[in-house]
């Protein structure tokens, strides 16, 4: 029969820890840990031990003296609700890091649900997402549990007619302890009775519900909460990514159907003019020359726009000292200078990064003097690409990215909006400041460094 807390006072440790040891886990373990503390008589704080039940306790050890000689304070607490709490914590943890790869709304819908299902111990739990055309909340993903309970799929709810569609409408969260009382649900004929109803911002709704009345507490709807918020930020950023990508593919066929007929024309006045060339000699030509240069650069700029930031599926391990000396080559550099002070790798893609560096190379070399110095070198969280060149002035700071911004006669206008798109593709951040020596300094930060 296992000794109760009173009789255990004034007993001897070693025989008391032996009446007692079966209600752990790890019955030797716990014996072996009660005879080297009770050796050692040294207080130990916050010791976690597993119960053979499952549960877990919190064990202080205290020793001092009496009298009649040495005695031990020894005191357990049953932490089973905090350990389960921070169980439930990290899978919340979890299902954040899983929802950053969904790519669609019904993926982010389909990994809430079977995270609340764990969550919460409950396997009943849906979320319905706004149609729009119907003006209705369409059920996306459930539990199996749910469709069983109503013998069909989970039906759209109206968004003026229901109490979710309440909850989608104002933004508010609400919780029912016993829904069939209320006199503004969907259905007379529902199986549930307790309900959670949490917003997705102007997504849709998660709901979680339960057969019996009164079935969720404070802790449930903390959960629910953060949840909720999670799968919010979620679907907001698959929403944006997918007007992204619809308008990086209207961008690009715009610039190659524009490219294609700028060329054309581009082809037949540069043959031309070596014709006109061949014939004469006029101090025309020169200027003629280099307008047809810059509008091919700026034909090649608007397709390499169009383009960046696309496509970054798998990132690779990239050396960035020698990578950038590698971009340097393709750069016409004049007689500027390329020094590098970084032995880092970071994780990029190797073509938008080769895009990145040589469009920063090329915007020092064309807003500064022809032996610009140009200095890359790493920071803690990324790098940074500096000149020696004039700088840019602060209040400018915040347009130098802006499609045709650019203040040298020979510049496009469109490099460091590129340099822009390829940092946002990554999700790195870009932040403009002087130079060193009074020049430009790009820092680009969030950037993973290190061997993938």
């Known amino acids: 029969m296992p000794l109760t807390g009173d009789e255990l006072i004034g ?66 607490r049953d932490i089973t609700t905090q350990k389960q709490y921070e169980q439930t914590l990290k899978e919340l943890l979890r299902s954040t890091q899983n929802l950053q790869s969904a790519t669609t709304p019904e993926e982010v819908a389909t990994i809430g649900v079977e995270t ?20 209705v909340l369409e059920p996306v993903a459930w539990t199996a549990a749910a469709e069983e ?41 529902t199986p549930f009775r307790s309900e959670l109803m949490y917003p997705l911002g102007d997504h849709g709704v998660f709901i979680l519900s339960a057969t019996e009345s009164d079935a969720f507490d404070q802790i449930d709807a903390t959960l629910a909460q953060l949840l909720s918020t999670s799968l919010t930020s979620a679907l907001t950023r698959v929403e944006q990514r997918q007007e992204l990508e619809t308008q990086n593919e209207r961008l690009d066929e715009f610039a190659s159907v524009l490219s294609h007929d700028l060329r054309n024309p581009l082809n037949v006045a540069e043959g031309r003019l070596e014709l006109a060339q061949g014939e004469m000699d006029s101090e025309h030509f020169a200027p003629i020359e280099r307008s047809h240069t810059r509008m091919r650069s700026l034909i090649e700029s608007l397709l390499t726009l169009a383009r960046s930031g696309d496509d970054i599926e798998e990132l690779e391990s990239v050396a960035l000292g020698s990578f950038a000396e590698n971009c340097w080559r393709n750069v016409d550099t004049q007689q500027a200078t390329l020094e590098t002070t970084t032995d880092q790798t970071v994780q990029a893609d190797r073509s938008q990064l080769k895009q990145l560096l040589e469009n920063l190379v090329r915007n020092a070399v064309e807003h ?21 060149g004039p700088g840019i002035p602060p209040e400018e700071r915040d347009e130098i990215f802006d499609l045709g911004y650019s203040t040298a006669d020979s510049g496009t206008g469109l490099g460091l909006s590129i340099v822009k798109r390829v940092a946002d593709a990554h999700g790195w951040e ?23």
């Open 11 to 76: 007993r001897d440790c070693d025989s008391a820890a032996e009446g007692i040891k079966d209600r752990f886990a790890d019955p030797e373990g716990f014996i072996t840990g009660i005879a080297e503390r009770h050796a050692d008589r040294e207080a130990v704080h916050n010791e976690k031990l597993s119960l053979a039940d499952g549960r877990f306790v919190e064990r202080d050890y205290l020793p001092y003296s009496l009298p009649e000689g040495e005695a031990s304070m020894w005191v357990y």
């Open 149 to 189: 309970q109503l013998d069909a799929e989970p039906p759209a709810l109206p968004v003026e007619d229901s109490l979710a569609g309440q909850v989608y409408r104002t933004g508010d969260a609400e919780s029912y302890e016993n829904i069939t009382e209320h006199p503004d649900r969907f259905t007379d004929e």
């Open 116 to 135: 609340a299902k764990g969550v919460f111990d409950r396997p009943i739990n849906g979320i319905h997402l706004h149609d729009a055309s119907e003006d």
């Open 430 to 452: 870009m932040t403009v400041t002087g130079g060193t020596d009074g020049g430009a300094r790009f820092e680009i930060t969030g950037v993973t460094t290190g061997a993938a």
């Open 368 to 388: 500064g003097d022809r032996e610009v110095t140009i200095t890359i070198g790493a920071l803690d969280d990324g790098f940074f690409v500096e000149d020696d």
